[in-house]
């Protein structure tokens, strides 16, 4: 999911259009009235806005949350963890929205085992302090949803799945998803991020099939689940934690598609690899392609 | 303080909470390890016992042979009846391959049992044309004293009449229930009480598909989740005379929900005998009996959770008086946590069923049947729930395979054909039995390794009954592709029991639906005579109450399916009583 947070300067060419309040609409966008409308929204609470009805349609429809406790316990602890932190490292409660995104991420990605429900509090405060923990010149280096849910799914696979509510399977919830991903990913000016992962998806799991024989359709099945849908339009294009340059972004998004064929393919092989691997290859991915080319690109630009 | 140091003091909890979260993983499943004793111990005698059963699992049309061995996963029931009427509980288990039969083992009475299925006519009903049993279901239809048999199929239902305690008549077809229908299950009541067995039987795939000649591969569900598509339930009317009749639409329980499991009882009080369905791919549904007219779908808090539900136990968990519900869904670690439910029935206070079921009882692993009884007789009931559901080759999972499709469009996944190859994988499989210890406010423990059964078959049906005739509820598990298991039952000979015959008179002769409720030293428990529970199976239709350390039973109030109630004070303990319904 992604994280605007307005806490360390960014450097990333977003940072004002996800970054904080100060936004512009571009000209080429200036002229068309939705559009406009919403170039002039902060997208920090258009993303947080979308997510909410993202979710809200998810419980009426299907309810998917699972009970209300869990989304009461995620948000708290994401909450918390942000405005404690944030007023000891500096001082200030900071903005909490992106905490907000982080709790209803987490209530969305995060199942556990029967009515436990530490792993909201668990996952919303590693969610949140890795922000302050694992950093490299004052930028945090791992989506801290990504972070969070991988952690948890490496250290307790007996007790944490991911997503196994599939929303009814059908096309409409797709098409939603997809509409608000793209509507976001358009404003935020990353969807040549989704593009590239999803295009790349398409080309090696098309080729990995191919190679083993495998039938190709169920490999590219996961790209319509909404796991991957929340994957693909939020989390790795999350504005605080892709690199810089377009074309490194682009590169980097190819790079993350191909590390999760090598993990699937891994599983093809029936290699011995932990759950997480087998259970989210797309989040596992990210977690380890994503902070290493975050760490080159800032060590690059300095 | 430094930005460096204050990342380092927060670093500390961050990390802290890393080791915890690992540590919980290890911790996960709690064993019965304190002091005090499960007070039971089960023991595997099914080869002293003489129980050779092995079920076969089906073969099925090539163009399924990519997901053959997920289909034909099902098929091992057991159901228990006193088919001879000599007071010794009689077990029948089902085959699921052409050619292969089915088991009626006799109770000799002396610990062992004789296959008498051949020649009783209640063997050879696998066969090409006919399709493969899936579970069967014992009933008195006719009400002439003599328990007869339903088997259901992936093909026809067959009804064999019991003519003399020995030997069984094919009476489907002048029953009116030659029906094709993909079943997995099917339940005696007599809903409008009018004395005689009505048949609800679910459906699984559709009426249409024939799995050995299979028209088209579309024949799969069309959600993961909220799957609408499966073949429709069907409610038979017993008109008396031999005769039944469909009465679904009139009735209104045809659900198409890809149903696994059903059970009645009078879950609201009502005096009428309602439907609840555990259901694959979909929410579970409870219809409410509207004066024997027609069934009602009610939502009490079922809608609110989609599982993959496989088994309907019923049990009164914490001695209200009141019968709640345990279905069993599926959790595969770090996959999916679907969570089996324990239901409290809340349905006169909240209108609503209250899923209570903690971490342990809720993972089981893939669930299948599951039964309470009482197995160390201390007046709460414990839990016996079968698990695995495909034990292939032990290091290759189609979990992984399952995870790519389980998130797809239903146009994918509804075709058979596009599923991955499943080939020697496993899916769940190698995964033990739990035994759960009822401790009430303290939770569920499972002590299935401390009290002896550690198994790692892939058990489907379960069925309780005291083989012997001794206060104790044997377990009996039917296992798919696999050997049958008897569990024997030792519990604490210092705990007091009480249990009871009910001969019906106004009421279906089997007493199937008559509730019985204990009330000693202040508690209450309540048991349904059962006409088909679980998953693929029936208990023992002899309501066994467990008593502690109390001596006396104050009084017994006997709800009979005719609508009478009865109330029997001070009946001994420690015995069998025979009950018999008063005529007015």
Redesign the interface.
Known sequence: MKDVRETSPSPTPFSESAGSAKVKATPRLAGSGVWSALARVDPRYLIAFLITLVLIAAQLRYHMVGGYDRLAIALLACLATEALLSLFVRGKVTNLLSAYISGLSLTLLTKPQGAVLWPFVAGGFLAIASKYVLQYRNNHLWNPTNFAITVLLLAAPNRISVLSHQWGNDLVTNLVIWCFGLVIAARVRVLHITLAYVASFLVFNTLRSLVLGQAVLPELAPLTGPMYQLFVFFMITDPRTVVKDRRWQIGVAVIIAFVETAIRFASDQAWTLPTAFNAAPALVALFLVGPVAKFVDLRRRN | MS?AF??G???L??LL??G???R???A??RSFADASRPAFQLRDETAAAGIRFVHRTATLDPRLSNVEPHIAALGAGVSVADYDGDGWPDLYFTNSRFGAANALYRNRGDGTFEDVASSAGVADLNQPGAGVSMGSVWGDFDNDGREDLLVYRYGYLALLKNLDGRRFKDVTEAAGLHRWINSNGAIWLDYDRDGLLDLYVTAYFREEVDLWHVKSTRIMH?????ATNGGKNLLFHNLGGGRFEDVTDRTGVGSTRWTLAAASADFNGDGWPDIYLANDYGPEELFLNDHGRRFVLTTAGL????KSGMAVALGDVYNRGRLDVFVTNI?????????NNLRLNELAERNRFN?V???????AGWAWGAQFADLNNDGTDELFVANGFISGKR???Y???M????????S??EDAR????FGDASLSGYERSRVFLNRGAAGWWDVAANVGVRDELDGRAVAVADLSNRGAQDVIVANQGQPALLYRDYPDSSNHWIAFTLVATRSNRSAIGAEVVVEYNGKLQRRVVDGGMGFASQNDRRPHFGLGTAERVERVVIHWPSGGTQVIRDPPVDRFNTIVEPRR
Not at chain 2, 403 to 410: D, L
Not at chain 2, 418 to 421: A, D, K
């Open positions: 930005p204050k990342r003091l927060i670093a909890p961050f909470t890393i915890m979260v690992r919980s993983n290890d996960s499943g069309n959600s993961f989740e909220y809608e609110s959770e989609s959790s595969a670690r770090g996959y999916l946590f679907q969570n899923n079921a903690d971490a342990t009882v809720a993972d290091d290759k999972s979990w992984y395979s995870s790519k499709i389980a998130g797809a469009h239903h994918l996944f596009s599923w991955p190859t």
